[in-house]
């Protein structure tokens, strides 16, 4: 897998992932959604559980319009 290589694109992505995740600013989360050409989101226990900033998808629609929603997974548009 990919993620087993060194590839510093890759791994630049994904930190640039785990800290749209991680961050509570839902701000600088859509910009580096935005910057990274991500539209949706799917978020779910896994990630709510890993990432206490992932809050911010459920209380900032201003930034991640919910799409989906049932339980834990939601889905979210980056706006």
Known sequence: PISLLRVPAYRTRSDQVKTLFAS???????AIAHSLGIRYLYVDETDRGAYPGAAKFDSSPEYFQPVFRRGPVGVYQVR
């Open 24 to 30: 509570s600013d839902a701000r600088e989360a859509s």
